[in-house]
């Protein structure tokens, strides 16, 4: 499985961005997708992740300001973020629970990150 992440970039504060990830491989299923980041000097930390049947749940620092959605056609996830702070600043990675016609369990992969850098 391959999880390919994209849409990050510079922005001013108060500005907006939308990253997207897509899956591909021989995939049987996906089931929660999410957003990570990691900052300089610290550890990852959840963003937001959303179910297959689309319930999502995010972290308390982004409510409000970013929206994850899916389309599971698509096997993509999507995180759109308004209103940036310059706290937000890190590498952004995507994640997907998955089954595979090879393996019936469910493994969980990573997408290879994409740097949000907002300046002030």
């Known amino acids: 499985v391959q999880l390919q992440a994209s849409g990050g970039g510079l922005v001013q504060a108060g500005g907006s961005l939308r990253l997207s990830c897509a899956a591909s491989?021989?995939?049987?299923?996906?089931?929660?997708m999410g957003w990570y980041r990691q900052a300089p000097g610290k550890q990852r930390e959840l963003v937001a992740t959303?179910?297959?049947?689309?319930?999502?749940n995010y972290s308390d620092s982004v409510k409000g300001r970013f929206t994850i959605s899916r389309d599971n056609a698509k096997n993509t996830v999507y995180l759109q973020m308004n209103s940036l702070k310059p706290e937000d600043t890190a590498v952004y990675y995507c994640?997907?629970?998955?089954?595979?016609?090879?393996?019936?369990?469910?493994?969980?992969?990573w997408g290879q990150g994409t740097q949000v850098t907002v300046s002030s």
């Open positions: 994640d997907a629970h998955v089954t595979l016609y090879e393996d019936p369990r469910v493994g969980r992969y």
């Open positions: 491989g021989t995939i049987v299923s996906i089931y929660d």
């Open positions: 959303v179910t297959r049947r689309g319930s999502t």
